[in-house]
């Protein structure tokens, strides 16, 4: 091994050493979604077999169910055991993003890109908060999607549909990104639609140990259908749109705002479609946070951690293009400010509806950039 | 990929404009049908043909009773006609802009300007959610537009008139056009067709109504000087402002987005504008005035 080579190991392994300090620093807090949720279900599966899967009345999908299962076999604290999972994950999905970023700069600029965007990601205070403190695992849906698009631009699509279907395994918030695999299926016409099949079944190989255990089979996808009645409000911690909207009642108002948002990514798409000649490494960036961060600024009932892609693809595209650090840096910030409270302070550090302003302000120049960017495309 | 696979999407993508504005326009309706049993305050409280003077107009009391003769729900039908109407200001508002665009077509701007003026919240807020007829008033006063382009002055004035007739806040579109016409040396006669429709539709609201002609007068200005929540004089500055906003919040948040598609530079201002309305509008619809 090169000199040059242990430098870089070197400043990787510091990296994550510090992201794994930062994270056992909240190990042991309880956040209310352990504790009213995660527990529990720690404490129904303990020790059990594959049948206790069957009885899990939980809104999450079975293959993490099952890895909870898994966990409850470990001779750790059932906290310890579930963030380890997650932080596991954050690893995973800062090595997906890094290889991602290093895949549409190319390999020459190689470590430094690489150790870049690996250190942000794992650093980021969302990655830490999220799994270190929260004990959720959006880093996991987040690092299948990485993985999907990595592929995706390696023209792999039989493996890139397999990452696809095991990111709508874990949650159904991948959806946020899938427009951009459309997209790229009807530009570019590489591959058969019948590809996309592979998707269901990879959701479906997930979820065989849940089925072995005595679930049915369609739990796998009826799950998400009741996870989209467990919150009728428009406004649901995330700022967005619909955060002045917070007494608008859902049953009235959030088919419209679902519709309204389907028109704009139908505009987004009429425009990408007539730009580009095929969507590449060059203009993947753009149109994947433009579309992703469009359909969180306008669909209702958004928890504030449905915001997880959008912020880590963002620092991907601050690394690709320094021009863009400011999109990276504001939604940090803001995602800071929502999760802190609880979490870091008692009350809430700056009301939630200046917190949405600054999102939607940041929506707007982001929608002239690619509008910009997409009139480049065009000459 | 399939070859009729690749045959279906290349044929899509040759008519892909057409096939997004049939399904904007499906969308579009579909959202309208959603909210048509939503009641807002102005339609438990004002909506009905002998509210007191300082909410209607005369001719508008006059539109109000004769809804109640079309078979069906009084709030169906009005939320439909202002539907139509909300899909009559996009159209007319993408021919307007054609017209400006010195026959450059960008088909992708007239498909977005068609799309934002159908789906915005604000419009949707103003029209089928709270039953404002300001875009049946905002179609006529675009249809007058392109009328006049065309040199069609009667049929301008009178559409202008209507206008003016149903909501008297657009009569200051009415001066605006004026001064405009006047720069530019174009013609006046016009605005004679306008005034004359206004006191045509009040005095035929006035009778049908059988209220006096000073209640049908006061009822075309006091807008301007009395609260609609309380039927008293505004009771400061602000209070004056904040209701003004309200008045001009649809002509001011519409305008501005067919503005920013003709001069592509003022997107940025337009956009922050528009939202800043929708978001002014959402409170008053939530908390009240």
Same mark, same amino acid.
């Not at chain 1, 042991?28 to 059990?48: H, I, P, R």
């Not at chain 1, 750790?76 to 895949?103: Q, R």
């Given at each position: 091994?090169?000199?040059?080579?242990?430098?870089?190991?070197?400043?990787?392994?510091?990296?994550?050493?510090?992201?794994?300090?930062?994270?056992?620093?909240?190990?042991?807090?309880?956040?209310?979604?352990?504790?009213?949720?995660?527990?529990?279900?720690?404490?129904?599966?303990?020790?059990?077999?594959?049948?206790?899967?069957?009885?899990?009345?939980?809104?999450?999908?079975?293959?993490?169910?099952?890895?909870?299962?898994?966990?409850?076999?470990?001779?750790?604290?059932?906290?310890?055991?579930?963030?380890?999972?997650?932080?596991?994950?954050?690893?995973?999905?800062?090595?997906?993003?890094?290889?991602?970023?290093?895949?549409?700069?190319?390999?020459? *600029?190689?470590?430094?890109?690489?150790?870049?965007?690996?250190?942000?990601?794992?650093?980021?205070?969302?990655?830490?908060?999220?799994?270190?403190?929260?004990?959720?695992?959006?880093?996991?849906?987040?690092?299948?999607?990485?993985?999907?698009?990595?592929?995706?631009?390696?023209?792999?699509?039989?493996?890139?549909?397999?990452?696809?279907?095991?990111?709508?395994?874990?949650?159904?918030?991948?959806?946020?990104?899938?427009?951009?695999?459309?997209?790229?299926?009807?530009?570019?016409?590489?591959?058969?639609?019948?590809?996309?099949?592979?998707?269901?079944?990879?959701?479906?190989?997930?979820?065989?140990?849940?089925?072995?255990?005595?679930?049915?089979?369609? *739990?796998?996808?009826?799950?998400?259908?009741?996870?989209?009645?467990?919150?009728?409000?428009?406004?649901?911690?995330?700022?967005?749109?619909?955060?002045f909207f917070?007494?608008?009642?859902?049953?009235?108002?959030?088919?419209?705002?679902?519709?309204?948002?389907?028109?704009?990514?139908?505009?987004?798409?009429?425009?990408?479609?007539?730009?580009?000649?095929?969507?590449?490494?060059?203009?993947?960036?753009?149109?994947?946070?433009?579309?992703?961060?469009?359909?969180?600024?306008?669909?209702?009932?958004?928890?504030?951690?449905?915001?997880?892609?959008?912020?880590?693809?963002?620092?991907?595209?601050?690394?690709?293009?320094?021009?863009?650090?400011?999109?990276?840096?504001?939604?940090?910030?803001?995602?800071?400010?929502?999760?802190?409270?609880?979490?870091?302070?008692?009350?809430?550090?700056?009301?939630?509806?200046?917190?949405?302003?600054?999102?939607?302000?940041?929506?707007?120049?982001?929608?002239?950039?690619?509008?910009?960017?997409?009139?480049?495309?065009?000459? | 990929?399939?070859?009729?696979?690749?045959?279906?999407?290349?044929?899509?993508?040759?008519?892909?404009?057409?096939?997004? @504005?049939?399904?904007?326009?499906?969308?579009?309706?579909?959202?309208?049908?959603?909210?048509?049993?939503?009641?807002s305050f102005d339609?438990?409280?004002?909506?009905?043909?002998?509210?007191?003077?300082?909410?209607?107009?005369?001719?508008?009391?006059?539109?109000?009773?004769?809804?109640?003769?079309?078979?069906?729900?009084?709030?169906?039908?009005?939320?439909?006609?202002i539907?139509?109407?909300d899909?009559?200001v996009?159209?007319?508002?993408?021919?307007?802009?054609?017209?400006?665009?010195?026959?450059?077509?960008?088909?992708?701007?007239?498909?977005?300007?068609?799309?934002l003026l159908?789906?915005s919240p604000l419009v949707l807020e103003y029209g089928v959610v709270w039953i404002h007829i300001d875009a049946v008033c905002f179609?006529?006063v675009?249809?007058?537009?392109?009328?006049?382009?065309?040199?069609?002055?009667?049929?301008?004035?009178?559409?202008?008139?209507?206008?003016?007739?149903?909501q008297m806040q657009y009569?200051v579109l009415?001066?605006?056009?004026?001064?405009?016409?006047?720069?530019?040396?174009?013609?006046?006669?016009?605005?004679?067709?306008?005034?004359?429709?206004?006191?045509?539709?009040?005095?035929?609201?006035? @009778?049908?109504?059988?209220?006096?002609?000073?209640?049908?007068?006061?009822?075309?200005?006091?807008w301007?000087?009395?609260?609609p929540s309380?039927?008293? @004089? @505004?009771?400061?500055?602000?209070e004056w402002i904040k209701m003004m906003i309200l008045y001009y919040g649809y002509l001011i948040g519409v305008g501005i987005v067919g503005w920013?598609?003709?001069?592509?530079?003022?997107?940025?201002?337009a956009a922050v504008f528009h939202i800043g309305l929708i978001i002014y509008v959402a409170q008053i619809l939530q908390y009240g005035y």
């Amino acid at each position: 091994m090169k000199i040059q080579d242990k430098y870089w190991l070197g400043i990787l392994f510091v990296i994550t050493l510090f992201g794994l300090w930062l994270r056992w620093q909240g190990i042991w807090y309880e956040s209310g979604d352990f504790v009213n949720c995660l527990s529990l279900w720690m404490q129904d599966l303990d020790g059990k077999n594959l049948s206790a899967l069957a009885e899990y009345n939980g809104d999450y999908n079975m293959p993490y169910v099952t890895i909870l299962l898994l966990l409850t076999y470990l001779p750790l604290e059932p906290i310890v055991a579930v963030k380890s999972f997650s932080i596991l994950f954050d690893i995973i999905c800062a090595v997906a993003g890094a290889a991602l970023v290093l895949e549409i700069l190319g390999k020459e *600029r190689g470590k430094k890109v690489f150790i870049t965007a690996y250190g942000l990601l794992f650093l980021a205070p969302v990655a830490v908060m999220n799994s270190g403190y929260w004990g959720q695992c959006d880093s996991v849906y987040v690092a299948f999607v990485f993985l999907a698009c990595f592929f995706m631009l390696k023209e792999k699509y039989p493996l890139m549909m397999i990452f696809w279907g095991c990111a709508f395994a874990f949650k159904l918030q991948a959806i946020f990104a899938f427009p951009v695999l459309l997209l790229y299926y009807w530009k570019n016409k590489k591959f058969s639609f019948v590809q996309f099949l592979l998707i269901p079944l990879t959701m479906e190989v997930l979820c065989l140990p849940a089925i072995i255990g005595g679930c049915s089979p369609a *739990r796998t996808f009826t799950i998400y259908f009741s996870q989209m009645k467990t919150f009728p409000h428009m406004y649901y911690f995330y700022p967005n749109l619909w955060t002045f909207f917070q007494d608008t009642p859902y049953y009235f108002f959030g088919l419209p705002a679902i519709a309204g948002t389907f028109v704009l990514l139908l505009l987004i798409a009429v425009r990408i479609l007539k730009v580009y000649d095929k969507l590449d490494h060059t203009n993947f960036f753009p149109i994947f946070v433009w579309v992703v961060m469009t359909v969180l600024c306008f669909l209702p009932c958004m928890h504030e951690r449905y915001g997880y892609m959008l912020e880590t693809v963002a620092i991907l595209w601050a690394v690709a293009d320094r021009r863009k650090w400011w999109l990276a840096v504001v939604l940090q910030i803001i995602t800071f400010l929502m999760y802190a409270p609880g979490i870091i302070v008692e009350q809430t550090l700056v009301p939630t509806k200046m917190l949405a302003l600054c999102y939607l302000f940041a929506y707007l120049l982001l929608t002239l950039d690619c509008l910009r960017i997409t009139s480049n495309g065009k000459k | 990929m399939f070859k009729w696979e690749k045959y279906l999407i290349e044929k899509v993508d040759k008519w892909l404009f057409y096939v997004a @504005f049939v399904l904007i326009t499906i969308v579009a309706l579909l959202m309208r049908r959603q909210v048509i049993w939503h009641n807002s305050f102005d339609y438990v409280n004002q909506f009905y043909a002998d509210a007191p003077g300082y909410l209607h107009t005369p001719f508008y009391s006059l539109f109000i009773m004769l809804l109640s003769y079309v078979p069906g729900l009084p709030i169906h039908t009005l939320k439909w006609i202002i539907g139509i109407f909300d899909f009559l200001v996009a159209i007319l508002g993408i021919i307007l802009l054609h017209s400006q665009s010195d026959g450059k077509r960008n088909r992708m701007t007239e498909l977005a300007g068609y799309a934002l003026l159908l789906i915005s919240p604000l419009v949707l807020e103003y029209g089928v959610v709270w039953i404002h007829i300001d875009a049946v008033c905002f179609g006529m006063v675009i249809a007058a537009c392109l009328f006049g382009k065309h040199k069609h002055y009667h049929i301008m004035g009178i559409l202008l008139g209507i206008a003016c007739a149903l909501q008297m806040q657009y009569f200051v579109l009415v001066i605006v056009l004026g001064i405009w016409s006047w720069h530019k040396k174009a013609g006046m006669k016009w605005i004679i067709s306008a005034c004359l429709t206004v006191v045509l539709l009040s005095l035929v609201g006035v @009778f049908v109504n059988g209220i006096s002609f000073g209640e049908g007068a006061y009822g075309l200005v006091n807008w301007l000087f009395v609260d609609p929540s309380t039927g008293k @004089f @505004f009771a400061g500055g602000l209070e004056w402002i904040k209701m003004m906003i309200l008045y001009y919040g649809y002509l001011i948040g519409v305008g501005i987005v067919g503005w920013a598609f003709c001069r592509q530079k003022y997107y940025l201002p337009a956009a922050v504008f528009h939202i800043g309305l929708i978001i002014y509008v959402a409170q008053i619809l939530q908390y009240g005035y």
